[in-house]
Nanobody
Framework: QVQLVESGGGLVQPGGSLRLSCAAS????????MGWYRQAPGKERELVAR???????NYADSVKGRFTISRDNAKNTVYLQMNGLKPEDTAVYYC?????????WGQGTQVIVSS
């Protein structure tokens, strides 16, 4: 059974940084491209970064140049380094494989960007 556990969120001032982590289990992790998604209040969940195998990242225009996705296949973990955070980055952040696989969502990790 696939389990995804996100961590690393918090309250940060505009311009600050956070590093999110997502630990995966119950799947052959290194065989799956992984993504970070976010859902802001009242908005649809959106894909912000995706990393393929081996380790090529793609980003939504809204985070390009500020966020970096990476993975450690030995630890079954995917990361999201977020720099230059803006209030509009406030959301619950989730990781998952491509949605076609139908893996269950984790609990997410809350990011609040506010002064």
């Amino acid at each position: 059974q696939v389990q995804l556990v996100e961590s690393g969120g918090g309250l940060v001032q505009p311009g600050g940084s956070l590093r999110l982590s997502c630990a995966a289990s119950g799947m052959i992790f290194y065989t799956y491209p992984m993504g970070w998604y976010r859902q802001a209040p009242g908005k649809e969940r959106e894909l912000v970064a995706r990393i393929t195998t081996p380790s090529s990242g793609n980003y939504a225009d809204s985070v390009k140049g500020r966020f970096t996705i990476s993975r450690d296949n030995a630890k079954n973990t995917v990361y999201l380094q977020m720099n230059g955070l803006k209030p509009e980055d406030t959301a619950v952040y989730y990781c998952n494989a491509d949605l076609i696989h139908g893996f269950p969502w984790g609990q997410g990790t809350q990011v609040i960007v506010s002064s």
